[in-house]
C-alpha cells in the first residue's frame, strides 16, 4: 500500500498569513495527488486534484504543487474560513490512502 | 444538484452485521464511480470501497476485505455496503460519495452527510 506522511500534523497561523502543508507519498504517484478540506462535524470537500488543479469555485489563494513523491499546499493569505483540517489522497492505486490530516488553527 | 444521502447507519454488537445504502439524485448514477469512506471519531479519512458504474468492479481496503460488500442498484439509483463480521474497529461515520468525472476513477468529490456506525456490546 502506498503510505501518505503529511506535515505538520497540526499548525496555528494568524489571519492573512500564507500557510504551506506537506504530503509524501512513500512512493512515486506522478501527480495522482488529491487534497481535501474538512470542517468539524461536516464532509470533506475536494479542492485540488492531480496535484494542482484548482476545482471550480475553491478560491484562487489555494494552491497546489509537487509530483513523484513530495506534495505541497499552500494557502496564500489565510481567511478565517479556511481553518480547518486538510487531507491529501493519493488516486495512482488502490487502495486509495489519505494522508493524516494537518489541522490548522487559529492563533 | 448532486445529491447523496445515506441511511442503516447504527449500533450494532460486534460480529452483527449491517447494511448502508446511499440514495443518489441530481446526476446520471450508473455513469459513475461511487466509493465508501469511513472516519472514525476524532481520527482521519479512511477509503472502504469503490465500484464502477455497471457494478461488475470492486475495489476493498485490506481491513475490510471478505467482510464487506459493495454494490449498486442503478435502477434505484442507489448504492450499498453490506458490512458483515463487525469488530469495534469498524466504528465510523461511513461517507458515500461521487468520483469527480465520469471517467475519473479514484478523485472522490460530492460526499453526502455521513451515516455513524458503532460496533459495541
Known amino acids: 500500500d502506498i503510505q501518505m506522511t503529511q506535515s505538520p500534523s497540526s499548525l496555528s497561523a494568524s489571519v492573512g498569513d500564507r500557510v504551506t502543508i506537506t504530503c509524501r507519498a512513500s512512493q512515486s504517484i506522478s501527480t495522482y495527488l488529491n487534497w481535501y478540506q474538512q470542517k468539524p462535524g461536516k464532509a470533506p470537500k475536494l479542492l485540488i486534484s492531480v496535484a494542482s488543479s484548482l476545482r471550480s469555485g475553491v478560491p484562487s489563494r489555494f494552491s497546489g504543487s509537487g509530483s513523484g513523491t513530495d506534495f505541497t499546499l499552500t494557502i496564500s493569505s489565510l481567511q478565517p474560513e479556511d481553518f480547518a483540517t486538510y487531507y491529501c489522497?493519493?488516486?495512482?492505486?488502490?487502495?486509495?490512502?489519505f494522508g493524516g490530516g494537518t489541522k490548522v488553527e487559529i492563533k | 444538484e448532486v445529491q447523496l444521502v445515506e441511511s442503516g447507519g447504527a449500533l450494532v454488537q460486534p460480529g452483527g452485521s449491517l447494511r448502508l445504502s446511499c440514495a443518489a439524485s441530481g446526476f446520471t448514477f450508473s455513469s459513475y464511480w461511487m466509493h465508501w469512506v469511513r472516519q472514525a471519531p476524532g481520527k482521519g479519512l479512511v477509503w472502504v470501497s469503490r465500484i464502477n458504474g455497471d457494478g461488475r468492479r470492486t475495489d476493498y481496503a485490506d481491513s475490510v476485505k471478505g467482510r464487506f460488500t459493495m454494490s449498486r442498484d442503478n435502477a434505484k439509483n442507489t448504492l450499498y455496503l453490506q458490512m458483515n463480521s463487525l469488530r469495534a474497529e469498524d466504528t465510523a461515520v461511513y461517507y458515500c460519495?461521487?468520483?469527480?468525472?465520469?471517467?475519473?476513477?479514484?478523485?472522490?468529490?460530492?460526499w453526502g452527510q455521513g451515516t455513524l456506525i458503532t460496533v459495541s456490546s
Open positions: 489522497q493519493q488516486s495512482y492505486h488502490t487502495p486509495l490512502t
Open positions: 460519495a461521487r468520483d469527480l468525472t465520469t471517467v475519473t476513477t479514484a478523485d472522490i468529490n460530492y
